[in-house]
């Protein structure tokens, strides 16, 4: 089983040893209802679609997860995640044992994408980023075709990188953390207060249609040639290169693959970042460098979680067979 926790979505896929995806669903689910609730739907699903194959809780070999906060991995235990309010020392290893009696591995959900298009892509390159974009920003690195996990498995939380020490406070207690600055709740901010202030005619337009404004009217708005959308989102864009800029000098990756529900507002994003990344990097360091999507888009999380159990089931000398 491949588990994909978002801190506003689930995406669950039964995948076989080649991970070819069986049976899959996706469905938005906010973290912040705390581990009891969110566990229990996590569970629901996995047995649906096992009912959907005609399979049973015993066939599953193996659950890899991917969540949105810190987690020490060899635990699998997730510490102090910010936006994860109540879920500290909740064990989400025993919670699924309990009904599939199988191993289970719980990493960070950027790490999990790095898994994923490793797996997809581990012959090409052995040194890479893959950065999520989404209600948060971090990182997942791949050095000498290996997660990198850090000392404690904190490695890869750029988004609490300071991008302007004058800037807004971020729920981690910092100031001017990129993913304050940047995320998706703060393209909304940044649009709502251009609604309020009376600068663009059509995002106050999608406000009243739709109730709010999320990242994706920022930008269907910018899609349609508005200014004000434009402005929002190459002022993320530069602010996500320059904390990316910082990782590009420091280790000198051959690919920065950029991924979450965020970057689906449009190209503008991607080209400001990489305009943002070319700008402040050394010219050494960006030689070679590629800055695009993630291959696998929307499956690199789960077809990372599901690398991340059958990679940890081998290395503990177990074997996998298809069924």
Known sequence: MGIDLGATSLDVALL????QILAHHAEDLDVRLGPGPVMARVRAVILQLLQRLC??????????MGVPGPVEFKSGLLINPPIMPGWEGF????????TFSCPVFVDNDVNVMALGELWHDRKAHANFVVIKVGTGIGAGIVCRGEIYRGADGAAGDVGHICVDPQGPICHCGNVGCVEAMAGGPAIARMALQAVERGESLLLARLCEER????????????????PV???????AGQLIGQMLASLVNFFNPSQILVGGG???IGPLLLASIRQSVYQRSLP???????????????????LGAGALALAEIIRAGGSLEES
């Open 16 to 19: 076989s040893p080649n991970l």
């Open 55 to 64: 399979r049973t809780p015993a066939e599953v070999v193996g659950i890899g």
């Open 91 to 98: 064990s989400i290893r025993d919670y699924l044992w309990e």
């Open 211 to 226: 109730g709010t404004l999320t990242p994706l009217e920022v930008g269907q708005a910018s899609r349609e040639g508005d």
């Open 229 to 235: 959308a434009n402005r929002i989102i190459q002022r």
């Open 262 to 264: 965020v970057t689906k």
């Open 284 to 302: 050494l360091s960006t030689r070679h460098l590629y800055i695009g999507y993630t291959r696998l888009g929307d499956h690199s999380g789960i």
